[in-house]
């Protein structure tokens, strides 16, 4: 079912909508959604095992924009995790939410999400999206029901925003400070994440990153977690804009 992202829609200047088709059928009324409400750009997520899906949305027009891994870890402690290092990970504030998007803003400036991947999209406008997702993962339950920190000398270095979905924790957006890489702040933040996860009473936890995100992706391993799934993000311009 496809709908107008109103946050997308503000921060583009256009008429934006997404949509998750399962079928060939999905993706027909979602491109008759998008033409009863003047949609000029559809961003549709489908599993990448859907080939023959992707390929039908690829005939229509669709660019794959991104390609989205999964990881999934069933084996969940209340442990307190050990750490060094020198900073310490604790719950976010809501004052802090300025903070953390600032922090959002500089450890995705850049990055190679499917926004980025739209020549189309302002580049500016693109780094914002996780720079308000980050600041409305602080202020909105609905969003993220935790934020975690992690702190030294009172300078933000890294974040992790989490929420519970059923009985799945989801790990949905961690941030780490580009002067403050390498120090194991990702793996610190996961195993807070497990364990919050773990108390939380949820059978299973996940994280979503790019294909290209090797980094993460060998930091998720090593804390436990295993390939689980993969989705492809396509974008479809209905209406052509003017490249000025």
Same mark, same amino acid.
């Given at each position: 079912m496809a709908a107008l992202s109103e946050l997308d829609c503000a921060r583009f200047g256009s008429r934006v909508a997404k949509a998750a088709p399962e079928s060939e059928a999905e993706w027909r009324d979602a491109l008759d959604f998008c033409a009863r409400q003047g949609?000029?750009?559809?961003?549709?997520?489908?599993?990448?095992?859907?080939?023959?899906?992707?390929?039908?949305?690829?005939?229509? =027009?669709?660019r #794959?924009?991104?390609?989205?891994l999964q990881f999934r870890c069933a084996h969940l402690t209340d442990?307190?995790?050990?750490?060094? =290092? =020198?900073?310490?990970?604790?719950?976010?504030?809501? #004052?802090?939410?300025?903070?953390?998007?600032?922090?959002?803003?500089?450890?995705?400036? =850049?990055y190679a999400?499917?926004?980025?991947?739209?020549?189309?999209?302002?580049?500016?406008?693109?780094?914002?999206?996780?720079?308000?997702?980050?600041?409305?993962?602080?202020?909105?339950r609905k969003?993220?029901?935790?934020?975690?920190?992690?702190?030294?000398?009172?300078?933000?270095?890294g974040?992790?925003?989490?929420?519970?979905a059923g009985t799945q924790a989801e790990g949905s957006l961690f941030g780490v400070a580009p002067g403050a890489r390498g120090r194991g702040i990702q793996r610190a933040l996961l195993a807070e994440f497990l364990a919050w996860a773990a108390r939380r009473g949820a059978a299973?936890?996940?994280y979503q990153t790019q294909l290209g995100n090797v980094a993460a992706q060998k930091t998720v391993v090593r804390a436990g977690f295993e390939p689980d799934r993969s989705f492809l993000t396509f974008h479809l311009w209905i209406v052509p804009r003017s490249e000025d």
């Amino acid at each position: 079912m496809a709908a107008l992202s109103e946050l997308d829609c503000a921060r583009f200047g256009s008429r934006v909508a997404k949509a998750a088709p399962e079928s060939e059928a999905e993706w027909r009324d979602a491109l008759d959604f998008c033409a009863r409400q003047g949609v000029e750009l559809l961003i549709a997520r489908i599993d990448s095992a859907r080939s023959v899906l992707a390929q039908r949305m690829e005939s229509d =027009g669709a660019r #794959l924009a991104d390609v989205l891994l999964q990881f999934r870890c069933a084996h969940l402690t209340d442990a307190p995790p050990v750490r060094t =290092g =020198g900073f310490r990970i604790r719950a976010c504030l809501p #004052l802090e939410a300025d903070r953390v998007r600032e922090l959002a803003r500089a450890c995705f400036r =850049g990055y190679a999400s499917h926004y980025h991947a739209d020549p189309r999209l302002e580049r500016d406008a693109c780094d914002e999206v996780y720079a308000d997702w980050a600041y409305r993962a602080c202020s909105d339950r609905k969003v993220a029901e935790e934020v975690l920190l992690a702190e030294e000398n009172a300078q933000l270095l890294g974040f992790a925003a989490l929420r519970l979905a059923g009985t799945q924790a989801e790990g949905s957006l961690f941030g780490v400070a580009p002067g403050a890489r390498g120090r194991g702040i990702q793996r610190a933040l996961l195993a807070e994440f497990l364990a919050w996860a773990a108390r939380r009473g949820a059978a299973s936890a996940t994280y979503q990153t790019q294909l290209g995100n090797v980094a993460a992706q060998k930091t998720v391993v090593r804390a436990g977690f295993e390939p689980d799934r993969s989705f492809l993000t396509f974008h479809l311009w209905i209406v052509p804009r003017s490249e000025d």
